[in-house]
């Protein structure tokens, strides 16, 4: 039952096959297991690779069993077509295209599967990457913001420093008018004199300036403060408005982008183990010799083939002989008398008939 369901796989001809030996049977039974194996591994690399691209299980499952099947077609196909001949170099050259399509495949099985083995080496590389985008996506968010910030703190420093002028210049007046009073500048006369006076008013105003100066400076500072925590705001919710999709960036393209920074030699050598089993069923057609089956199955085509030339040169042979007796048959013909006669006789009544039919349509027109 085992060997049957192999044999089917390898797609050999059943017929034949039934009337070879037990070994040319296990031949093909094996060849068969070979090709039934790699659908399994096609459909386990396509069932987690789109599960990466779904999330879903249910649909990479249906969708994996679908490209086994795939799979598995085009290796039975692969191997079912290649023949043996008695030259090596012809069936080299009829397997190369199918060694292509076997690499073609054998890339596609293991991809997917490499990502499964290193799946824990890839997230440690692609959480670096997350940690790199985040950090860039911070900073290009950052630098739209940053000019308003900027232009909002030079107007504070800006403010702050027009009062801190204010109150050095109400320090210094202070400064004058006290040395006025003492006697040590100024007139040097002890008392408040009209100069003390004029210094103090001088003070006085420049001290009433210097207060309303703090207030519009306090109210110009609370607004500047106040749009740049707006700023702030803006900044964080698009940083986190933009922080799922960075996190959300581990898909089937990422995580292959993601393997090229690992080591390539284990992924060479799974990469060739895939290979190997791929193209095993195709090496072991090459390299084993014509079996029973072979000369069996080259018999079977040749007679086809010998029949189908026997039945065009017997249609050949038909026609030509048939356009021979038709010739002769209508040259017969064409020579007889009565036929000759016959005929003349009918052709004068038909113008006879196609004359009067004339004239009567004419007298009819003419009134």
């Given at each position: 039952m085992i060997?049957?369901?192999?044999?089917?796989?390898?797609?050999?001809?059943?017929?034949?096959?039934?009337?070879?030996?037990?070994?040319?049977?296990?031949?093909?039974?094996?060849?068969?297991?070979?090709?039934f194996?790699?659908?399994?591994?096609?459909?386990?690399?396509?069932?987690?690779?789109?599960?990466?691209?779904?999330?879903?299980?249910?649909?990479?499952?249906?969708?994996?069993?679908?490209?086994?099947?795939?799979?598995?077609?085009?290796?039975?196909?692969?191997?079912?077509?290649l023949k043996k001949r008695d030259q090596w170099w012809k069936e080299f050259a009829m397997a190369i295209p199918r060694l292509i399509l076997a690499v073609i495949i054998a890339v596609v099985i293991s991809k997917p599967l490499e990502l499964k083995i290193f799946e824990k080496e890839i997230d440690r590389v692609m959480l670096s990457q997350k940690n790199e985008f985040t950090v860039q996506n911070q900073g290009?968010?950052?630098?739209?913001?940053?000019?308003?910030?900027?232009?909002?703190?030079?107007?504070?420093?800006?403010?702050?420093?027009?009062?801190?002028?204010?109150?050095?210049?109400?320090?210094?007046?202070?400064?004058?008018?006290i040395a006025e009073a003492e006697g040590t500048a100024g007139t040097e006369l002890e008392g408040k004199g009209p100069v003390y006076q004029e210094k103090r008013d001088k003070h006085d105003a420049a001290l009433a300036e210097l207060t309303t100066l703090k207030e519009a400076g306090a109210q110009k500072i609370a607004l500047a403060e106040t749009e740049k925590e707006a700023l702030r705001?803006?900044?964080?919710?698009?940083?986190?408005?933009?922080?799922?999709?960075?996190?959300?960036?581990?898909?089937?393209?990422?995580?292959?982008?993601?393997?090229?920074?690992?080591?390539?030699?284990?992924?060479?050598?799974?990469f060739l183990l895939f290979l190997a089993i791929e193209t095993a069923p195709i090496f072991s057609k090459l390299i084993s010799p014509m079996g029973e089956y072979d000369i069996k199955l080259a018999d079977h085509e040749m007679t086809i083939k010998e029949w189908s030339a026997q039945k065009a040169a017997h249609r050949k042979v038909l026609i030509q002989t048939e356009h021979i007796l038709n010739d002769r048959v209508y040259t017969d013909i064409s020579q007889d008398e009565e036929l000759y006669n016959y005929k003349k006789k009918m052709s004068k009544e038909i113008m006879k008939r196609q004359q009067d039919a004339f004239y009567r349509r004419q007298t009819k027109i003419l009134g």
């Open positions: 060997q049957s369901f192999f044999i089917l796989c390898s797609g050999a001809d059943r017929d034949v096959l039934d009337t070879c030996s037990s070994g040319e049977k296990n031949k093909y039974a094996g060849i068969g297991a070979t090709v194996f790699t659908a399994i591994l096609a459909t386990i690399a396509a069932t987690y690779a789109l599960f990466t691209i779904f999330d879903n299980v249910y649909r990479a499952i249906l969708f994996g069993l679908l490209w086994g099947l795939v799979i598995f077609n085009l290796d039975r196909f692969i191997v079912s077509t290009e968010i950052l630098a739209q913001y940053t000019p308003k910030i900027e232009e909002l703190d030079a107007q504070i420093n800006s403010i702050k420093a027009e009062i801190q002028s204010k109150e050095t210049e109400v320090n210094n007046l202070y400064e004058i008018y705001d803006n900044f964080n919710t698009a940083v986190s408005t933009s922080q799922p999709i960075i996190n959300n960036f581990d898909g089937l393209m990422a995580r292959i982008d993601a393997m090229k920074e690992l080591p390539w030699l284990p992924s060479l050598f799974i």
